[in-house]
């Protein structure tokens, strides 16, 4: 995703990641990643239960999950991975932006 960073945002979006890991783990993740997208720390797993995105082989994670979510709160385009190795690429992203 970070790659494609910035041609997300020249979209006017935005990425958000939500992670099970700590506040202090997901800070370390994004400073050794070099992330500078915002990731949101979830360790009660409430949007990740609100999302129903759980792991049902590892309850302790997340599987791949992308939305895409407009500014007046509507999920418009959604990719759940079914085999649990599968991310969306930021190209992909991009094109599902401007078919908004």
Partial sequence: MQ??????????AEIIAISTDSQALTGL?????GITYLILSDENKAA???YN????GNT????????I???GGHITW?????????????EQILTELKKL
């Fill in 53 to 56: 995105v759980i792991d049902t």
């Fill in 78 to 90: 959604k990719f759940l991975d079914v085999r649990f190795d599968t991310r969306v690429s930021s």
């Fill in 60 to 67: 302790r994670i997340a599987r791949p999950a992308t939305y």
């Fill in 3 to 12: 790659t494609g960073y910035e041609d997300i945002k020249a979209q006017d």
């Fill in 69 to 71: 979510i407009d500014q």
């Fill in 48 to 50: 990740i239960d609100a």
């Fill in 29 to 33: 993740t994004r400073q050794n990643l």
